[in-house]
């Protein structure tokens, strides 16, 4: 029988936007105490942890290049905060229809493909960068939020590529980069 481990699937900010994320972590741990977001990779899920096996095929993997790169790369903007339930506080992505259409897209494709079950559409998309969960109680919730909810936030950056991850059994590790078809460039030729 084959061993099958968790992967996921999701947009991982460039390196200057995930040094300014993981200082807002560091505050949360060090003023409120909650730290278990420092051990994931600051990201924006695309398709939630699925079991699969030890490692993807070979087909798999050859496919989901295929599928990325008939995707536009496209800006996306990260805007303030926001919270959910009484556990998880986040940084707001805001609302663009070719992540949405993206998250629809490959949501499908893994699941005619037979990679990852469940019916997406229940649970809706709610696209954000998780800064503090799970380790949250809600009276630090409450603390948490009460400065946060006024707090400003701002990143904007190029979605080219998406990561394919696994959970090593400790940490989340990137096993592979997906690259986006680039934007086109204005094509007007200008004279010398």
């Known amino acids: 029988?084959?061993?099958?481990?968790?992967?996921?699937?999701?947009i991982l900010p460039p390196e200057d936007t995930t040094e300014e994320i993981r200082k807002i972590q560091h505050e949360i741990k060090n003023r409120?105490?909650?730290?278990?977001?420092?051990?994931?990779?600051?990201?924006?899920?695309?398709?939630?942890?699925?079991?699969?096996?030890?490692?993807?095929?070979?087909?798999?993997?050859?496919?989901?290049?295929?599928?990325?790169?008939?995707?536009?790369?496209?800006?996306?903007?990260?805007?303030?905060?926001?919270?959910?339930?009484?556990?998880?506080?986040?940084?707001e992505v805001t609302p663009q229809l070719a992540l949405l259409e993206l998250h629809e897209k490959l949501s499908l494709f893994l699941r005619e493909n037979n990679i990852a079950t469940g019916d997406f559409h229940k649970a809706g998309y709610t696209p954000h960068v998780t800064i503090a969960n799970r380790d949250v109680d809600p009276h630090t919730h409450h603390e948490i939020w009460k400065e946060f909810n006024t707090r400003k936030f701002y990143a904007k950056f190029d979605?080219?590529?998406?990561?394919?991850?696994?959970?090593?059994?400790?940490?989340?590790?990137?096993?592979?980069?997906?690259?986006?078809?680039p934007q086109e460039n204005d094509k007007t030729n200008h004279a010398p």
Do not use: C
């Not at 029988?1 to 999701?10: E, G, N, R, S, V």
């Open 1 to 10: 029988m084959q061993h099958k481990i968790l992967w996921f699937i999701a």
């Open 32 to 91: 409120f105490g909650p730290s278990r977001a420092l051990r994931i990779p600051v990201h924006i899920t695309l398709e939630s942890p699925f079991r699969y096996g030890d490692t993807p095929s070979f087909t798999f993997e050859e496919n989901l290049k295929k599928f990325f790169s008939t995707i536009d790369s496209f800006p996306l903007e990260l805007r303030n905060f926001g919270s959910f339930r009484d556990d998880v506080i986040f940084i």
């Open 159 to 181: 979605v080219d590529s998406v990561a394919l991850l696994f959970h090593d059994g400790s940490h989340w590790q990137i096993h592979q980069r997906f690259f986006l078809k």
